[in-house]
C-alpha cells in the first residue's frame, strides 16, 4: 500500500536510510541525506512511503520515494540537458527512492518511481531528472526500464561522487 508521509515519518525514513548504508559494500552508491535536508523534502516537498502489514497485524514502511521540486536552485538538474531555461516550474527531481534491504527485488522502486510520476504530471511537471552513481547497477536498470534516458556523467557531484544524469517527458 502507498500513501503520502510527512515529517511525522522522520525517524522511520531515517532508519530505512540507514538500513541501505548498513548493507552497501560501497557508499559512494548513495549519498546520505541529512534529517534536516529530509524533513525539508518531507515538509516542502511531496514524498511518498510503502506499507506492509506484518503477521501481527501491524504496518510497517518498507521504503520511500521524493519528488522534489527544485525551482531556479543548481539542485535542478534540467541544467544539465538545457541551456537556458525560462520556466524552471515544469522540471522536478525524482530525489531519492529507497527500500529496505529485505523487501528490495519485489518491484517497489519502480512502483514508487510511478506514483511519483503519475503525481508530478497531477502537478503540471512536465519533465523529470534524476540521478544514479555508475556503480548502481540495479537503480539504473530500473530507471531505464521506466522509460528514462541517460544525458551525462557528472563528476563530483555530491559529495565527490559522480553520478549519471537521466531525464524523462511526461506524457
Do not use: W
Not at 514524498?47 to 525551482?71: Q, R, T
Request: a negative charge.
Amino acid at each position: 500500500m502507498f500513501r503520502p508521509i510527512d515529517s511525522s515519518a522522520i525517524d522511520t525514513v531515517m532508519e530505512i536510510q540507514q538500513a541501505a548504508f548498513d548493507v552497501m559494500e560501497n557508499t559512494e552508491i548513495l549519498r546520505a541525506n541529512t534529517r534536516d535536508m529530509l524533513i525539508d523534502c518531507l515538509e516542502n516537498h511531496y514524498s511518498m512511503g510503502a506499507f506492509v502489514v506484518d503477521d501481527n497485524g501491524i504496518e510497517k514502511m518498507v521504503a520511500f520515494g521524493i519528488l522534489y521540486f527544485p525551482g531556479s536552485t543548481d539542485e535542478n538538474l534540467a541544467q544539465y540537458l538545457y541551456d537556458d531555461i525560462k520556466n524552471y516550474d515544469i522540471y522536478a527531481n525524482m530525489k531519492l527512492i529507497i527500500v529496505l534491504p529485505q523487501y528490495r527485488g519485489q518491484g517497489l522502486q519502480r512502483t514508487l518511481t510511478e506514483v511519483l510520476e503519475y503525481e508530478a504530471r497531477r502537478r503540471g511537471i512536465q519533465e523529470l531528472f534524476c540521478t544514479v552513481s555508475p556503480l548502481n547497477t540495479h537503480s539504473h536498470n530500473n530507471m531505464t526500464a521506466s522509460g528514462y534516458e541517460f544525458i551525462k556523467l557528472v563528476e563530483g557531484k555530491y559529495d565527490g561522487a559522480s553520478r549519471n544524469v537521466y531525464h524523462k517527458k511526461l506524457q
